[in-house]
């Protein structure tokens, strides 16, 4: 309790700081909302009310899709981090992915990715909440490649001179989630694993998984209570292996805190 004190205060500290520094309320109301949200679900799936972590994924994803996306024209993917940069400009995108991307993680890791990713809150309705194959180590090239091809795109558009930039990265924004969507919902049918997407293609954890080595919010075994049944591993999507607390663990920079482990774990020897 005392770790989500601490982490909703964070997002408290850079709401107000933010609104101070820029003299935009809509950052006080931002971040207090996001961390608000992401704080009640993590509180609320640990305290084992199975729906917690699906209703703020909507309550989030939703906001950063459809209010902060389509309706107020911002393009919240990593094409709009990529433009506010060369513009070099922080609002917006830049500082959506400085705290939630880049450094948010040395505090609470992957989190991003199992509360608030409006990729994943669809993804996360697929049938295939456990992988029913193999991680598939060596596709996890793709993901720099698209990563790559997005700082291209933008990259070109500034050396081209393009002009209507703005109106360009508005309707890539679109294309890109239809895009990210089709990928994601194919791939997860093609390896039986709704994550799949975010294993091998997504471009934004080229930026997550350095920091999240780090991470303050991290799920850890009491040795003591394991007995090494595996069901942690068998019901995490990412295929972290929870029965290691090292840093160095296998697959450990790919915890999204679902608690999924927590909840399997017969002794009850996992905890966040």
């Known amino acids: ?112 990715c199992g509360y608030a990713c409006w990729t994943a809150m669809v993804l996360d309705l697929l049938p295939f909440k456990t992988p029913k194959s193999p991680r598939r180590e060596k596709l996890g090239w793709l993901r720099y490649v698209v990563f790559a091809l997005s700082l291209l795109f933008v990259a070109g558009l500034f050396l081209l001179h393009v002009p209507n930039m703005e109106r360009i990265m508005f309707r890539s924004f679109l294309a890109g989630n239809a895009l990210y969507y089709g990928a994601g919902i194919a791939l997860a049918f093609a390896f039986s694993d709704n994550r799949a997407f975010c294993k091998y293609l997504c471009p934004v954890t080229v930026f997550l998984k350095p920091a999240s080595y780090f991470s303050f919010l991290r799920v850890r075994v009491d040795p003591a209570l394991c007995v090494s049944c595996g069901q942690c591993r068998r019901v995490c999507p990412m295929d972290v292996d929870m029965t290691d607390n090292a840093r160095s663990r296998k697959n450990g920079t790919e915890c999204i805190l679902c608690m999924a482990c927590t909840e399997a774990c017969p002794k009850k020897a996992l905890k966040l």
Do not use: D
Not at 63 to 92: C, D, H, K, P, T
Not at 107 to 112: C, S, T
């Open 1 to 112: 309790m005392k770790k989500l004190l601490v982490f909703w205060l964070l997002f408290e500290a850079v709401a107000v700081a933010l609104w101070l520094a820029l003299g935009n309320p809509f950052y006080l109301f931002n971040f207090s909302y996001i961390g608000t949200c992401l704080t009640l679900g993590i509180w609320l799936y640990a305290k084992k009310k199975p729906y917690a972590r699906r209703a703020v994924q909507f309550a989030v994803g939703l906001y950063m899709l459809v209010y902060l996306g389509v309706l107020s024209r911002e393009n919240m993917q990593i094409e709009g981090f990529w433009y506010y940069l060369f513009l070099g400009v922080f609002e917006a995108a830049t500082i959506h992915y400085a705290v939630a991307k880049i450094f948010g993680p040395l505090f609470f890791g992957r989190g991003w």
